[in-house]
């Protein structure tokens, strides 16, 4: 069974606009660790943003923010205001507690962003 | 600003030729992770490592693959023989363990590694 899945292969979004990476996740274990990574056209692999599953606020750094729905295990990447250095392939991958000893990261297949001037 | 860096950046070899690949984690990290990345199957661990011992290569393939740290600062990731469905990018991460579940991976540039 796929414990991290990205349903959207592409998406489209126009300059300035907000845009919403779907991410859901499958997991028992009640501790685990929630990140999104960002690859652009170069490929490195670049760190955006963690929420843990016991954290009791949204995580938000600068124009990205994590919008977690613990019930509905679900993990969205919410990007304000769209650059056209946005546009790469955006990553969503999980960490359980129970993998703790090697910090294991399950990652989903990736969503492509096109940021549309 | 601490990276990881990883050499070569690219690599074009003949099938059955010894491929080695180099990572230096961020100095203080005691986690590093071997991924590769194709189009097919996405990213998937192969190696890490906690304090220079391996846990865990299940996902690499034994006969052909080794990965090894002589010391902290070095980390290796080999291929022999190489062959053409080897070819992929190759990222090296590396995290601080202590941090938990919380523990972030940062990422190398990746090698980008052509098998003909």
């Known amino acids: 069974a796929q414990k991290i899945t990205q349903t959207q292969p592409g998406m489209f979004v126009q300059e300035k606009e907000a845009v919403t990476l779907d991410c859901t996740y499958d997991t028992s274990d009640p501790s685990y660790g929630l990140f999104w990574y960002k690859q652009p056209s170069s490929g490195e692999m670049i760190f955006l943003i963690y929420?843990?599953?016991?954290?009791?606020q949204n995580a938000t750094e600068g124009r990205y923010s994590l919008n977690f729905q613990k019930a509905r295990k679900s993990a969205n990447l919410v990007i304000s205001a769209s650059q056209l250095g946005d546009s790469a392939m955006y990553f969503c991958?999980?960490?359980?507690?129970?993998?703790?000893?090697?910090?294991?990261?399950?990652f989903g297949q990736g969503t492509e962003l096109s940021v549309k001037p | 600003d601490a990276r990881v860096t990883q050499t070569p950046r690219h690599k074009v070899t003949e099938m059955g030729q010894e491929v080695t690949m180099r990572c230096q984690p961020i100095?203080?990290?005691?986690?590093v992770f071997w991924y590769r990345q194709t189009m097919m199957q996405g990213l998937e661990l192969l190696a890490y490592?906690?304090?220079?011992?391996?846990?865990?290569d299940s996902g690499m393939p034994k006969d052909r693959f080794s990965a090894e740290m002589p010391d902290a600062t070095l980390a290796t990731l080999k291929i022999q023989p190489s062959e053409p469905r080897d070819s992929a990018v190759y990222f090296c991460?590396?995290?601080?363990?202590?941090?938990?579940?919380?523990?972030?991976?940062?990422f190398g540039p990746g090698t980008r590694l052509l098998v003909l």
């Open positions: 929420q843990g599953s016991y954290d009791q």
């Open positions: 991958a999980m960490r359980e507690a129970r993998y703790n000893q090697g910090g294991k990261l399950i």
């Open positions: 991460a590396s995290g601080l363990a202590s941090s938990g579940v919380r523990e972030t991976q940062y």
């Open positions: 490592f906690r304090n220079r011992a391996p846990l865990d």
């Open positions: 100095l203080g990290h005691n986690t």
